[in-house]
Nanobody
Framework: QVQLVESGGGLVQPGGSLRLSCAAS????????MGWYRQAPGKQRELVAS???????NYADSVKGRFTISRDNAKNTVYLQMNSLKPEDTAVYYC?????????WGQGTQVTVSS
């Protein structure tokens, strides 16, 4: 059974950068399509980016050109590099598989973009 732990969030000014990490425990991580999701206050959780086991990536239109998802299967970790951050990127960020496995939701990591 895979368990996921997110880290790397924080407070950053508009235009700044952050790198989120999602560490997975358990076996077979490398076979899963992994995604980063976010939930802003009062809004539904949304998919931000996903990456296949072979490294194919997809992004929400709102983050294309600013965010980069990557993975290191040897370290059982998926990353989200976030550049040119905007106040509307403020949210709790989570990782999960795609499609979602509800039992895998972790605590998430808070990202706040504010001056």
């Amino acid at each position: 059974q895979v368990q996921l732990v997110e880290s790397g969030g924080g407070l950053v000014q508009p235009g700044g950068s952050l790198r989120l990490s999602c560490a997975a425990s358990g076996s077979m991580f490398s076979i899963y399509v992994m995604g980063w999701y976010r939930q802003a206050p009062g809004k539904q959780r949304e998919l931000v980016a996903s990456i296949s086991s072979g490294g194919n990536t997809n992004y929400a239109d709102s983050v294309k050109g600013r965010f980069t998802i990557s993975r290191d299967n040897a370290k059982n970790t998926v990353y989200l590099q976030m550049n040119s951050l905007k106040p509307e990127d403020t949210a709790v960020y989570y990782c999960n598989t795609r499609p979602i496995r509800p039992t895998l939701w972790g605590q998430g990591t808070q990202v706040t973009v504010s001056s």
